[in-house]
Every structure is written in structure tokens, then in C-alpha cells.
């Protein structure tokens, strides 16, 4: 028991007495998890608006134009093959997904840029409605929107709303009754709205050949399987049975999204970087502080404090003002966080946000590492001849 | 008759250097008894705190024996000498003697806490023998609150506490101007008589030895003179040379 005690003792007392400068170093620590938990935040909210459709799909596999590189803007695929995918052994749906870009016009006058996402009702690419109504086959003046899209306008279930589409040269205006809300789909870094695939085509935007010449087409296929088991074998399958495509997982086809990987990596770089910094800084002001107290430290060991002691309650003290310097940190963030507006893509999750505080809380103990070893390393002579 | 609480026998210590083996004390053999103060006098660099550090077990011998209580520290390994520092000796040194985020009596207590000795009947010794030794009102002070002298008498309670069998003091007065060292020194004197310890005083100031029992004096990390007669202990604090008691060979 005594050899946790005295340590506590120890270290507890030492900060308790020098709170102000403790006290101090942990609100430096605070900003550095402010910074890292904002870039975590950061790379969260971007990975979600790039990502979230796709991640939230009820679907095992995405099917590409063949060699498009996993790239649904780049992809076509008849519609027809749609059918051709659901009757394939071993795949229990199948739907298209088509993408495009419109504005909703707002009633103040603004507008709201959002990804326009075709999909057949009923069948895998349409996500599930929070509140209303899922789409209506026949309901060809019928949308879905993503709470992101409500969140900075002030639709509500039951309106209508006006979207905005480039056809050819010339724009047109197409009126849609939003029927269902859903949770966040962001995609492409903007929030998305549903329609029926029929809808899609007539209200999608359109260079002047597509208007004179329509196709039959859809960008990707999502196809959910029997089993979750068998993605290798049916990746294979469905490559070779149906001509023209490439199968994707879900997260190969998030990782192929432009832009993606580059970003994500260079969030994660700066986490880390900010993290390097953090083991620098503690380190730093341990390794200054038992230099300081080089003759105290000589002295506790003269009289007959034990090497583990005196390295133990370094391990403390440095455990404690991390912590609450973490803590600390951590409510300015959430404090922070409450002061965002919608469009600003950062996002606290329990995942990342706890993965970045074990970080921070062991960057305390790798920074003072140096310092422990010097602590212990001190010789007891060192109180003789400094005193 | 009283025990011998500490005894050397021919101890040695050397330390290398590029130009080869320094000896920085040489055959040194003597013995304190429980309840004698001793004095360890001699010029800078005769060998008086290597002899110190070794008698605390700060540092092992080259050659030699050092007992305390029948114990022989040179033979230790360093977990054993670190049990012994905090059981068997007392310390105070020139200055920063006090741990400076412990207040005067946690300091003191902290060498029971370290023992695991720390009851109320020990928390009350504490308080007394900071009472006694003037520090009533300054017992919830920090070391950063007190003079030297009163830091001094702190070091000296702490090192008395947990009734160590030797209390060694490393050039005590140092840091004191000449009123509160012969205070220092008087009141360590009368609390190691009283406490029946064994204690050993190193000290370049002579006049300080007016308070011991024996002074004894080295050289050139030899121990060339020991006086006993405090006739010839006060004439040497008044600064009067005598013809010494015994010379050591």
C-alpha cells in the first residue's frame, strides 16, 4: 500500500503547493487537446461529408462501369442491368444509385447546393426515413431529405421545394413534395435529397446532347447479398457474370471517393504532428522541472526514499496534470462544439474523440519519460556536494 | 558503560583520475559510542565529507569496514544502503535541507510516513520536538516562510524523529550567521545527548566544536589528531592550538 502512498503523497503535494504553475502547464496541455481534438473533429466531420451516404448504405457491394476506376462520377451502367444484378444467385436486392448536382432554391432568397441522388424506391441506395414516408414508386414529384438539408433551411416534412437544374445552356425549375426526412447522408461534401430514378432523369443536370439524346443509364448499382460472407466470391461472381462492371466494398468505394484518401491522410498527419508537439512540450517542462530539483530530489533519496518512489511519483505527476490538462481540454472542445453552425464539418464522435484522449493522455508519460529516468537516476550525492 | 553505535575500520576510498588513483581518505578507523557528538574537523579537501558520505551510506568504500548497529554498509547492496539511510540515520545538510512543498511538520513526519511509522502517538512527538526546538508557530509554515535558522532546526527534528542510531550533519551552520549557528549547533547537541544518538558534526567553523564531546581531525584523508579533553576541545573552539590528546598513526 505504502508504495503507492508515499508517491501519491509526494507527487500530489508538490502540485497542490505549486498549483499555479501546474495549473498553468495543464491549460497548455488543454489547448494542445483542444487542437487535437478539433483536427480529430476536423477529420471526422470531412470523412462524414464525403462519406456518409456511401458508409450508410444498406448494401454489401457497389458495381462500376468497368474500368472507371471506382469513381461513381465517372460511371455508367445501364439500367437495365439492374435486373440483370437481382437475379444473380446469391444477391437478395439490388437498386441503382445515380448522382447529380442541384441548388434548392430557398424561400429567403438564398440557396442550398445539395447532391441530387436517384434511386429506385423500395430497393437498396433509398436510406430509411426518420420521419415521414420512404419514396412511392409511382411518386414521381416525391423527394427525401437528408437532416443536413433541414438543418440549413427551413423545410419541413409536407413542403414543397424548388430545385434549380443546369439543362444545356439554360436552367429549369422543378417543384418536388418532400414526403421523408432522413439521418445525415452527405455526399461529395453536400448534404443530398432522393428522388425516384424517373425523377432523377428528368430533373437532373444535363449537358445539351443529354437533353436531345436521354439514356437509360444509372451511375452505380448497390447490391445487397444473402450474406455478409461471401463479398470475396461474390465480388468475383458478379464481375464476371455481368458484363462490363467492376464490383467494390463499401469502403473501397469510400477510399476511391477524389480526394478522400489525400485528405483523410493529411488530417491524420497533422493529428499526429500536433501529437509529436504535445510529447515535446511536456517533455520539455518535466525534464526543465526535475532539473530544478536535482538537490531536492538528492535529499529525498539521501534520507532513504527509494528509487521506485521517487520514479513513481513522477510517473503521478505527470499522469495528473496531463489529465486534467485533458480534461480541461475536453470541455473547451464540447463548450466550443455547442458554438458551430451546421455547415461547418466537424464532428465529435465517441470513437475518435476517445482515441484521440488516449493519445493525449500517454503522450504525458512518453514526454516525461526522459525525465523519469532522470529523476531516478539522480545520485543521493547530489545533496552533499549541491547543498 | 555505553555501546558503540558506529565503528570504521580501516576504510578507504579512492577515485580514479586521468593521472591515476586519488585517495581521498586513507585507512580512516573510529568509533562513536550512542549518545557521544562528534566532530569531524580538517581544511577543505582532507577528506571530511567523502568520510561523511561514506559513514551515510552515500557512497561505498574502497576498502574497509563501516558498522552501524553491527551492520557493515560497505558490504551492502543498494537497496539495503537506501533501508538503512531511512532507518538507522538522521541527516541534515548545508541547505536546501527541507523538502520546500512540505510544510515543518509534514517535513518532519515525512521521515515516519517513509518508515511507515506515522501514527498519533509519532504525529505528537513531531509536534513536541518542533515545540522544542522553538518552532510552535511555524509548524504549518513552508520552507519558503521560515529563516535558516529555523529551516536548520526543522532538519534537525527530522533527522531525530524516528530514532535513527547515528544523525550525521553536513556542515550545519553553513548557511547561518554566527548567532543562530551556535543556536543550531547547541540545541543538536543537547537533543543527541538527550536522545541518547550517536552523532557526527562536519564542520570547517572550530568554533562550533565547543559543543561536542571529541573532535577529530583530518588530513589528507587521514585522521591525524583526536581531542577528547574538553579543556583542549574549548581552547581549540577559541581558536587557542593545543597539543592534541592522541595522535593517530
Redesign the interface.
Known sequence: M?RFT?PA??AL??I???RGRFLLFSLVIALITLLVLFIAGLGMGLANSNREYLSKLDANLLLYQEKSDYIIAASRIALSKVEDVRNVPGVADAGPIATSLVAIELSNGGELKVSLLGVDPGHPGEPEVKDGQQLNPSGLDEVILDQNVVLRSNLKLGDTITIRSSQGTDYKLYTLKVVGITSGQAYTFTPSIFVPISTWEKTRTKSEAEISHPSETTNVIAVKLNSNKQIEKMKEQLDQGIGGVQAATISTAIKNVPGYSAQQSTIQTQGVFTLLIGVLVIGGFFQIQVLQKV??IG?????????PVVGLASVIQIVVVTSLGVAIGGLLTFLFSLTFPPNVPIVFNGQSSLIAIIALLLIGPIGGFVSIRYAVRIE??K??R?? | MSEIALETKSVVKKFKSDSGDITAVDAVSLQVKTGEFVALVGPSGSGK?TM??ML?A??QPSDGQILLDGQDLASMND?RR??????K?G?T??????????NAI?NVE??L????RLDKVNRLRAQELLARLGLSERMYN?PSQMSGGQQQRVAIA?ALIHNPTLVLA?EPTASLDTERAFQVVETFASLIHENKRAGIMVTHDLRMVQYVDRVLQMQDGKLVKIYENQEEIQSLARGIEKTPDKTVN
Open positions: 505504502q508515499l503523497y509526494l503535494k508538490e497542490w503547493r505549486n538537490p531536492q535529499v529525498l533519496k539521501a534520507i532513504g526514499t527509494s528509487n543521493p550525492l545533496a552533499l549541491l547543498s | 565529507t561523511l558520505s551515510a552515500l557512497l537497496a537506501v533501508a538503512m539511510r531511512r532507518e540515520i541527516f545538510f548545508q541547505s536546501n535541507n527541507l523538502i520546500p512543498y512540505l509534514e515525512y521521515m510516513r517513509l518508515n511507515g513552508l527530522r553536513d
